[in-house]
T-cell receptor, first 117, second 114 residues
Framework: GAVVSQHPSWVICKSGTSVKIECRSL??????MFWYRQFPKQSLMLMAT?????????EQGVEKDKFLINHASLTLSTLTVTSAHPEDSSFYIC?????????????FGEGSRLTVL | AQSVTQLGSHVSVSEGALVLLRCNYS??????LFWYVQYPNQGLQLLLK??????LVKGINGFEAEFKKSETSFHLTKPSAHMSDAAEYFC????????????FGTGTRLLVSP
């Protein structure tokens, strides 16, 4: 089946530093990847949609300069949290849509828990 | 715009009892509907999906859901709960084909007691 891997699965950083999270589709090509943020005991909030080779589309209220998204290849998208602060602590989940499927099905990574001290 | 409403943030059942998790959707076009399960500190795993074929959809782990257009519902059921079913369940809707994004409900936490 389609596998999406995120790295790191958890990270702790100091306030003011930047953190990069990778999302890889291991056995399929993904022209579109999505980044979600999930607060404790809440649903997933879509942050941005990333298309290979083009700029990401951010949802309303998400700071694009704060959350840098790069989708340089058909199997890799990265989310960089710049100048992280404690309020950025959250569970970040990516998902990828195989280019050969039109059903809307997404495959999700395991998530990355970010803790900013 | 599409939306999903999950009734009940928590549902508690006894092991062996029927599981019923409710989901109602709103969509201006025929929807694609999904149920995902999330275990603590993990990503989401697809349980089942409705993509305009059979209205009764069977998924993994004994779960199934029925699409009812007249009620705009897509409730998730399982005849007999198992302790391992305890998790967070999310209903989601996607409009049409192509690269449409998923919109998730707020989730329902299923608690299973012995």
């Amino acid at each position: 089946g389609a596998v999406v891997s995120q790295h790191p699965s958890w990270v702790i950083c100091k306030s003011g530093t930047s953190v990069k999270i990778e999302c890889r589709s291991l056995d399929f090509q993904a022209t579109t990847m999505f980044w979600y943020r999930q607060f404790p005991k809440q649903s997933l909030m879509l942050m941005a949609t990333s298309n290979e080779g083009s700029k990401a589309t951010y949802e309303q209220g998400v700071e694009k300069d704060k959350f840098l998204i790069n989708h340089a290849s058909l199997t890799l998208s990265t989310l960089t949290v710049t100048s992280a602060h404690p309020e950025d602590s959250s569970f970040y989940i990516c998902s990828a849509r195989p280019r050969y499927l039109g059903t809307g099905e997404l495959f999700f990574g395991e998530g990355s828990r970010l803790t900013v001290l | 715009a599409q939306s999903v409403t999950q009734l009940g943030s928590h549902v508690s059942v006894s092991e062996g009892a029927l599981v019923l998790l409710r989901c109602n959707y709103s969509s201006s076009v025929p929807p694609y509907l999904f149920w995902y399960v999330q275990y603590p500190n993990q990503g989401l795993q697809l349980l089942l999906k409705y993509t305009s074929a059979a209205t009764l959809v069977k998924g993994i782990n004994g779960f199934e859901a029925e699409f009812k257009k007249s009620e705009t519902s897509f409730h998730l059921t399982k005849p007999s709960a198992h302790m391992s079913d305890a998790a967070e369940y999310f209903c989601a809707v996607s409009e049409g084909t192509g690269f449409q994004k998923l919109v998730f409900g707020t989730g329902t936490r299923l608690l299973v007691s012995p």
